[in-house]
């Protein structure tokens, strides 16, 4: 019986279809089984960038237990939303598991389908303020941190090392701040 407490509860997805409507159908997830769900169906991704209120960014580093870009820096924390849970929720939940902080301010600043990955991704940006060395990274998701100013975040995002997905998906953003 032991055993069973330290068992983690499966996490299940909501699905949506094209239009972002809940289909009432769900996914359990498992290691890198995202592609086993069906044509048409989607999952909500919160993806969110963190901006300290000095104007620096937060880079994180990838666990390399990760399924998907395991080792990269990426310039956002994030994940799943769980079945019930609104991206926004999902979006708060992330940010806290994955970094400790809790932002001032949360502003959706896009969305976009993934077909590959039956995606729905919400992004965000999060206005942090406070003690930058406050971040407690999440065991299994992140390794190590640093904040950059801004002419580091578009060396990093005009970088190899940069998760292009990422970009695409703050591409506005981006051009914006160049």
Same mark, same amino acid.
């Given at each position: ?35 086993? #769900?069906? =044509? ?33 820096? =990426? ?18 939940? =992330?940010?806290?598991? =994955? ?9 959706? %600043? ?24 406050? %971040? ?19 060396? &990093? %995002? ?11 998906? &703050?591409?506005?953003? #981006?051009?914006?701040?160049?």
């Amino acid at each position: 019986m032991e055993a069973d407490k330290d068992m983690k509860d499966p996490e299940i997805w909501d699905l949506y279809d094209r239009e972002g409507n809940k289909t009432g159908e769900t996914h359990v997830r498992g290691f890198g089984n995202y592609i086993q #769900i069906a =044509e048409g169906r989607y999952h909500i991704v919160a993806d969110i960038l963190a901006i300290h209120e000095d104007g620096t960014y937060l880079l994180t580093k990838r666990s390399m237990e990760k399924d998907v870009y395991p080792g990269y820096w =990426e310039a956002s924390a994030g994940g799943s939303a769980v079945s019930g849970e609104e991206p926004i929720e999902a979006a708060l939940r =992330e940010l806290y598991e =994955e970094t400790g902080l809790k932002p001032v301010s949360l502003e959706l %600043v896009g969305t976009m389908f993934k077909d590959s990955s039956h995606a729905l991704y919400y992004s965000y940006i999060a206005r942090i303020a406070g003690d930058k060395n406050r %971040v407690v990274l999440q065991e299994g998701e992140t390794t190590e941190y640093k904040w950059v100013d801004k002419k580091g975040f578009l060396e &990093y %995002v005009d970088s190899d090392e940069a998760i292009k997905t990422h970009n695409d998906r &703050y591409a506005d953003y #981006i051009d914006s701040i160049r």
